[in-house]
């Protein structure tokens, strides 16, 4: 009985000790000498007063935020968990973010938050030209979107194109 004891308290405390596997939640420590690059363009409707016959896109606000998550078992296969990378977009609409990855590749999301505008409306006027009619509070969203085999060295362009949708 004594000898029962000692045996099942050193195989809880190499249970509890000796698995160094993340749990959910945790944070990975990443090798970050394998990087890859994500980069685009960020655009949406944001005025109607320059369309005419085709729909134009500008470049959404600076400082729009874009998330990017990755599965921890895309660094360690056993892992439990994700990890967020995040940036903003910058002057132009442009974005740009360096990704730990793996020698093999990761798969990932992109999720572009949400945001409000004043949207610039446009109507016919009586010479049967286009001209600016008000401005409509209008929200833009984009949803998640899954990117595979992003590997060490590789510099991806992937665009990223809001929609808009009314308050109502």
Known sequence: MKFKFPVLLLLIVHLLYACKEPRVGEKLELDMSKMATLKGFVSAQLTKVNDSVATTYEAVPQGTKIIFKVENNEYLLSAGGFQTFETFVGAGGRY??????????????????DFEYDQRQAAYNSNNQW??????????????????????GEV?????????????
């Open 156 to 168: 991806r362009i992937e665009n990223i194109q809001y929609e808009e949708h009314n308050f109502q």
């Open 131 to 152: 001209v600016e009619s008000g401005i409509e509070r209008r929200y833009y969203t984009v949803g998640e979107k899954t990117l595979f085999n992003l590997v060490e």
């Open 96 to 113: 740009a973010i360096d990704i730990p990855v793996t020698s093999r590749g990761i798969n990932f999301w992109i999720i572009p938050t």
